[in-house]
Each structure stands twice: as C-alpha cells, then as structure tokens.
C-alpha cells in the first residue's frame, strides 16, 4: 500500500531525516512517535504526496511517487484519508457539509448523502449535524474531522496528533473510533507524542510503535 524505501527530507540545505524504511500493510496500525521538530508531521506528507522525498523512494500502492502528475495524486489520495492537527473547516458551512466536501468536490455527493446519518450517528455529532464550525467544541471539531477523512472509505487513515488538544475522556473515545476503523480493515497511523495514549492503545488493537528521532526511524520497544 504505502511503502517507504531509503527516504530522506530536506530543505534550505538541511536534512531533516535520512535512510527511512517503513511500510504500511492492509489493516496494521501503527503509531509514530518523537519529539517536536523531528519530522512527524513531514513523514505524513510523504505518505499522501503532499512532499516529495528529496531521496530514496515512496511507494503508493506500487507506484513511485515522484512519477505522479497531479491526477495521479489525486486519484490516490482517495484511498488515504487525512485527519490534520488543526482541523481546518469552512466556517459557513455546517458541519454536515463539511464533512461531505471531499465527496462533494469528487463529485459523488449522493453517495455522501446516503451515508452521512450513519456516519454522524458513529462519531456522535447527530445533534451538530447543522451547527457551524465556530460553535464546536474541540473534540467535536476532531470527531467531524474524523468523519471527514472517512466519508471517503479510504484504505488509509493517518492522523496527525489528532488527540493533541483533548482531554484523556475524549482523547480515549477518539482512539476507540481509530481502532474501529482497523477494525474494519483500514490501515492506520498516527502521528503522537502522547506516549498514555500508545500505552492505552495495547489493550484493543495489535499496534507497532515507531520512534523517528535524530534523523533515524526506529521499532520502539517496551520502554515506552
């Protein structure tokens, strides 16, 4: 699906990571931990083409991803659904069509709309089907984003600290709503340094913990 082969990133002549090998199989999970600064955010880019490694190689679903023209892209991008750490919305819209822009834009809106109840009903933002954007609450605001990524049905989902500003509760219920999706045979990975999160997360789904720190990617053992 998703494979990483000698990747490195770089910018301004600075090498922000090197020699980086991962892969994501049909329904793993994993989580990708490290300090600020270390590259998390930029590894995620590559795995949705939103970067070109300036070396080695990203595979997405066997195609080398510095041969993608931009309908290539998009055409792949619909198998990988994106929550982004700060959950940006069109704030006059509601939340019901927010949710459905990426169908919307694809132009499969009446598929959306046969299945947004159901969905809605599975994040819990029933009630807030029709509130604005501005009137969520943070975890809502996660949970739309959630929904949003998912409209889709990607094969993919990876969040970027998409439990950074929740309280645990909330943090715990997004996690639950991530492991479902694996459940389903979705591939998972995200982006945290919330270590009680990766911890918590033992006890409902069989995850692999990766540390990106220094510039290297590395298997995080039980020291976590």
Known sequence: MIELQGVGYGYGGRALFSDLSMALAPGSFHFLTGPSGAGKTTLLKLCYAELRATEGRVSLWGRDARGMDRDAVALVRRRIGVVHQDCQFLDHLPVAENILLPLIVAGRQDEGERNLRELLAWVGLTEQAGQYPPELSGGERQRAALARAVITSP????????TGNLDWEMSQRLLTLLVELNRM????LIATHDLNLIRASKAQVATRTLRLRNGRLQQAGADL
Do not use: M, R
């Open 185 to 188: 045979g979705k591939s998972v």
């Open 155 to 162: 094969e993919v989902i990876l969040a970027d600290e998409p």
